[in-house]
């Protein structure tokens, strides 16, 4: 157990050069990036009422399931507390305050931190939401945390995080599109641009895994073995509503999300795809055996979740969420 803690702070310092060296391409300038309030009225100014009232008009439109999953997926983005907590225990992360990947982790957090901000400050003036019934959730889904499987292994962590930026970032899109053609403009621009932040984050993350397999192959391939077997779970899994049990309400949430086509089982094969292919899982060399068998059930997976999605009815049992007026 020491010799594994041991070797992966070593790897962990290994790669931090090749981090550093990147994180200006992964993370934007503070001063320049886009900020929520480039999106939202602006109350100092005299048109802030008729600005909010067109914002209204226009979230009118939206269908019930997608004001259901743009909620699930803003108390996921305000749960970041429980991220970055849990990324600071990470192995080698937190061993030096001051060190590179502190560095990462509050600068990731800083840029994600915009995303629930700006997400919670639109559905809160689009008159749609019970706010207090999504602020509980919240509240809830923060003291709840997650439990994702990786332990402190930065290995399953980068591979979890990977995984799940892009699916985030599938996400955030497909609400982008369906809220143009539902006629809200505003937060479609809104969702665009959030989902193009989780497109670099995945960027990183991915990178960071890559870097890893130069180093320490055998180990990466058990890493993301081990994390397909468990399932990749969605950060929001203990997600409640007043009164419910923890995790009760996330299976609402999937469902309207998989009936919309937000985010469904396909996607989660196209994204174990592209991240077999990214990370050139087919030509890894230096494999020892078990590796060599871990590669095959990761190769072979894919198909494998195909078949099973495909037989995978839609969800057709509407849900009334509290969250929701009317
Ligand atoms: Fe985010
Ligand atoms: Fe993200």
Redesign the pocket.
């Known amino acids: 157990m020491k010799f594994f803690e041991e070797k992966r702070k070593e790897v962990m310092g290994h790669i931090e050069k090749f981090m550093l060296e990147k994180m200006t391409e992964y993370l934007k300038p503070i001063d320049t990036i886009w900020q929520p309030s480039d999106f939202l009225p602006d109350a100092s100014r005299s048109t802030f009422f008729s600005e909010i009232k067109e914002l209204q008009e226009s979230a009118k439109g939206l269908s019930y399931d997608l004001v259901a999953v743009l909620i699930g997926d803003t108390i996921t983005e305000e749960a970041l507390p429980t991220y970055e907590s849990w990324l600071t225990m990470v192995e080698g992360v937190s061993d030096n305050e001051e060190g590179g990947w502190m560095k990462w982790t509050r600068h990731w957090t800083a840029e994600?931190n915009r995303?629930g901000d700006l997400l919670n400050k639109y559905l809160y003036l689009s008159g749609r939401v019970d706010m207090r019934m999504m602020e509980v959730s919240t509240q809830y889904l923060i003291a709840d945390g997650f439990d994702i499987g990786t332990g402190h292994d930065p290995y399953r962590n980068f591979i979890y995080t990977s995984f799940?930026?892009l699916a985030?970032n599938v996400s955030h899109r497909r609400v982008a599109s369906q809220a143009k053609k539902d006629g809200d403009t505003l937060l479609s621009k809104m969702c665009g641009v959030i989902a193009s932040?989780?497109a670099r984050?995945a960027k990183a993350y991915k990178y960071f895994i890559e870097k890893i397999f130069e180093v320490d192959p055998n180990e990466a391939m058990l890493a993301f073995e081990d994390m397909m077997r468990k399932k990749i779970v969605m950060p929001a899994h203990f997600l409640r509503e007043v009164g419910l049990k923890i995790g009760q309400t996330f299976g609402h949430f999937t469902d309207a999300a998989e009936r919309l086509g937000i985010y469904t089982a396909i996607d989660y094969v196209d994204i174990l795809r592209e991240l077999i292919e990214d990370w050139h899982i087919e030509s890894a060399v230096d494999l020892k055996e078990d590796g060599e068998k871990a590669r095959d059930y990761i190769i072979n997976l894919p198909n494998r979740l195909l078949r099973v999605a495909e037989r995978m009815k839609n969800p057709m049992l509407e849900y009334k969420f509290s969250w929701i007026h009317g």
Do not use: A, C, R
Request: glycine share 0%.
């Open positions: 994600e995303h799940q930026e985030t932040d989780e984050h």
